[in-house]
């Protein structure tokens, strides 16, 4: 039973993460029906913005986390205005050809800046682990686990509670319509892109001080985005949340009880079952409009 407790408490923390980049990517897919192929390379260089921001420049620890969302967001606004903006109206093999190749510009890229050592950042947490009766959590992972709570709730208050939010849910809705209700169409492309990055960004600045950080984490990552979103189903935001957490779960009780060699394995057991059985997702509205 303790060991069953400690798996959950490390499911809520990787859960989290995953939300992250399930959210990012189904905003992204949802409003403006792009495969973003470049959200695992946002990923890493989050993770990378941590230890340039915590190392190189030796700044607070936890300043350099909303630096690394800021980052995200730029570099996501960049993307959408200079590669997908004037593919506007292409056909989608067109836009996911050129996302492939900026992802692995990208990628190639952090390679000849890093070269292939992993970097390693510092944190200011004590090194004993916290310990309730049988579970014992480090407070890294707590700090990581609060931290993309509150990303999760900003996010889920942006999109339901703000003027912005309601013009992207309409703009998802139907974009012919909400441009002839005065919605500002291709600001709202810009902005829900760059949201989708910042939270891949914030995914990978809070994983990064947990692992290692290397030019090709965020491939990995890119995967398991796009498994949580089949999970959740495309445009799902809720079901992204959901999703993160069950491909989080069937990870740690995989490596727990089966084998910690086929942790990455089990959770795409569940997305090919899912596919099979219900090819819309789990969470997936009965009808989309638009």
């Not at 060699?261 to 819309?280: E, S």
Request: net charge neutral.
């Amino acid at each position: 039973m303790s060991e069953f407790l400690q798996h959950l408490v490390n499911m809520l923390v990787l859960g989290g993460t995953y939300a992250l980049l399930g959210i990012g990517l189904t905003l992204i897919f949802g409003i403006m029906n792009v495969v973003n192929f470049t959200h695992g390379v946002l990923y890493t260089f989050g993770a990378y913005i941590m230890f340039i921001v915590v190392q190189q420049l030796g700044l607070n620890f936890f300043v350099a986390l909303p630096v690394a969302v800021l980052a995200g967001w730029l570099l996501g606004a960049a993307i959408e205005l200079t590669l997908l903006r004037p593919l506007r109206g292409s056909d989608i093999d067109t836009t996911m050809l050129v996302m492939i190749g900026a992802w692995i510009a990208m990628q190639s890229g952090a390679l000849w800046i890093w070269g292939g050592v992993a970097k390693s950042v510092a944190t200011p947490f004590p090194e004993a682990p916290l310990v309730l009766g049988p579970v014992s959590v480090s407070w890294l992972r707590l700090f990581v686990l609060a931290a993309a709570a509150m990303l999760i709730l900003v996010t889920y208050l942006l999109i339901n509670k703000t003027s912005l939010g309601r013009a992207m849910r309409a703009t998802f809705q139907d974009h012919d319509t909400a441009s002839l209700m005065g919605v500002n169409v291709d600001m709202i492309y810009t902005s829900t892109f760059a949201i989708g990055s910042s939270l891949a960004a914030a995914a990978g600045a809070l994983l990064g001080p947990v692992y290692v950080i290397f030019p090709q984490m965020g491939d990995l990552a890119a995967v398991k985005a796009f498994a949580i979103v089949i999970l959740g189903g495309l445009g799902n935001i809720t079901g992204a949340v959901i999703g993160g957490f069950i491909l989080a779960l069937a990870e740690e009780l995989g490596a727990g009880y089966v084998s910690s060699g086929y942790r990455d394995a089990m959770g795409f057991v569940i997305i090919i079952a899912v596919l099979i059985f219900r090819p819309t997702g789990l969470f997936a509205r009965a009808e989309r409009v638009g």
